[in-house]
């Protein structure tokens, strides 16, 4: 029985060297530069709840994010704006419609002494969905969802942008 336990940790041993020499990591981890470890994060349209989402997501990604500027701390200006809803395809027959909703997101990014470390960019993200007319609730419910991943998908590309600085 000893064989076992030993035979099962040297594998699991070896096992966790494999995947850390590769590089492996849990997916949701990233590592920003490390002259973006303090952030000042100054918000324009942004709900409290999207604030507290993107600030969450940066802190994931290594940075302390503070909503009043701090020594050394570089500043992050972001501005979420809605686009207006397309209306793509109608149905008459069923009382589906597809529909397209689409987000952006400005930013750039000034270091403590002002200079400019990354100059004023967009990112988009758009879905089409399909709406139920005879069924407001789900597609209000649906239409929330579909708004909610947009905003997760930038925060992501955010976070993408600010690690290759």
Same mark, same amino acid.
């Given at each position: 029985?000893?064989?076992?336990?030993?035979?099962?940790?040297?594998?699991?041993?070896?096992?966790?060297?494999?995947?850390?020499?590769?590089?492996?990591?849990?997916?949701?981890?990233?590592?920003?530069?490390?002259?973006?470890?303090?952030?000042?994060?100054?918000?324009?349209?942004?709900?409290?709840?999207?604030?507290?989402?993107?600030? $969450? !997501?940066?802190?994931?990604?290594?940075?302390?994010?503070?909503?009043?500027?701090?020594?050394?701390?570089?500043?992050?200006?972001?501005?979420?704006?809605?686009?207006?809803?397309? !209306?793509?395809?109608?149905?008459?027959?069923?009382?589906?419609?597809?529909?397209?909703?689409? !987000?952006?997101?400005?930013?750039?990014?000034?270091?403590?002494?002002?200079?400019?470390?990354?100059?004023?960019?967009?990112?988009?993200?758009?879905?089409?969905?399909?709406?139920?007319?005879?069924?407001?609730?789900?597609?209000?419910?649906?239409?929330?969802?579909?708004?909610?991943?947009?905003?997760?998908?930038?925060?992501?590309?955010?976070?993408?942008?600010?690690? $290759?600085?």
């Amino acid at each position: 029985m000893p064989d076992f336990l030993t035979t099962r940790l040297l594998i699991t041993a070896i096992l966790g060297l494999a995947l850390s020499a590769c590089g492996f990591k849990l997916a949701g981890t990233s590592d920003l530069p490390p002259e973006l470890k303090q952030i000042y994060l100054v918000t324009s349209n942004f709900s409290e709840q999207q604030r507290k989402n993107l600030s $969450r !997501r940066l802190n994931r990604a290594g940075a302390q994010v503070s909503s009043q500027p701090v020594a050394q701390a570089v500043r992050l200006s972001v501005s979420l704006q809605a686009q207006p809803e397309r !209306r793509l395809v109608t149905s008459a027959s069923n009382g589906k419609t597809v529909g397209r909703l689409a !987000r952006s997101l400005n930013f750039n990014l000034k270091a403590a002494n002002g200079n400019l470390l990354a100059p004023a960019r967009t990112l988009t993200q758009q879905k089409d969905i399909v709406l139920d007319d005879d069924s407001l609730l789900s597609s209000t419910v649906e239409k929330r969802s579909v708004i909610e991943d947009l905003e997760e998908a930038l925060f992501n590309q955010l976070i993408h942008q600010l690690k $290759r600085i």
